[in-house]
């Protein structure tokens, strides 16, 4: 199985800043990683497939990058409606699996 | 648009069995892998397995393997997911989600989601 890791586990932020989240996996997955964004009593938004692949609809401000087993998702300039958590997870081998989580909250 | 709109929130005891709907609309069921995904309370997300509403065909995560049945029922557009064995550490919200792309092409990631279902079980 494929383990991911997300760092940091929590980030403390201002609307505007910009934000780099990271999430590694065990091993090799190419570019078959996606993420998602998750509020409290909501379930995940998909954000970013294979990688660097915005989904229908999300906002410029959000892209993706990384292959092999380190990968990047950066928000250019955080709004306030970004305040969530986000993870990343893998569709290289099965079971699928997700990172850990990574909670951008305000500072 | 597309919605999935799951059963309400079941309380079971530990044994028991489970059977969560999900139906779709404003879209073909079989024109899109469906997938369960699993959250316990304040924790990550979980893979569950998936299935393909076109042929039936499933696939379980090994954690689920022997306990887990997903089936449909495409005259009225929904899939279920079945776990059976229920222990204390099954207490979870389980949603449906939408494959990306349709069944021909699937990415085994999720665009739409379900509400979610809250499964407690307890004795």
């Known amino acids: 199985e494929t383990v991911l890791t997300q760092s940091p586990v929590t980030l403390s932020l201002s609307p505007g800043e910009r934000v780099t989240l990271s999430c590694r996996t065990s091993?090799?997955?190419?570019?078959?990683i996606a993420w998602y964004q998750q509020k409290p009593g909501q379930a995940p938004r998909l954000l970013i497939y294979?990688?660097?692949n915005r989904a229908t609809g999300i906002p410029a401000r959000f892209s993706g990058s990384g292959s092999g087993t380190d990968f990047t998702l950066t928000i250019s300039s955080l709004e306030p409606e970004d305040f969530a958590i986000y993870y990343c997870?893998?569709?290289?081998?099965?079971?699928?699996?997700f990172g850990g989580g990574t909670k951008v909250e305000i500072k | 648009q597309v919605q999935l709109v799951q059963s309400g929130a079941e309380v079971k005891k530990p044994g028991a069995s489970v059977k969560v709907s999900c139906k779709a609309s404003?879209?073909?069921?079989?024109?899109?892998?469906l997938h369960w995904v699993r959250q316990a309370p304040g924790q990550g997300l979980e893979s569950v397995g998936w299935?393909?509403?076109?042929?039936?065909?499933?696939k379980y995560s090994p954690k689920f393997e022997g306990r887990v049945t997903m089936t449909r029922d495409t005259s009225i557009s929904t899939a279920y997911m079945e776990l059976n064995s229920l222990r204390s550490d099954d207490t979870a919200v389980y949603y449906c989600?939408?494959?990306?792309?349709?069944?021909?092409?699937?990415?085994?990631?999720?665009?739409?989601w379900g509400q979610g279902t809250l499964v407690t079980v307890s004795s």
């Open positions: 299935i393909n509403p076109n042929s039936g065909a499933t």
């Open positions: 294979d990688a660097v």
């Open positions: 997870q893998q569709r290289s081998d099965w079971p699928l699996t």
């Open positions: 404003g879209y073909t069921l079989t024109g899109y892998y």
């Open positions: 989600a939408r494959d990306y792309r349709r069944v021909m092409d699937t990415i085994m990631t999720f665009d739409y």
């Open positions: 091993q090799s997955v190419s570019s078959y």
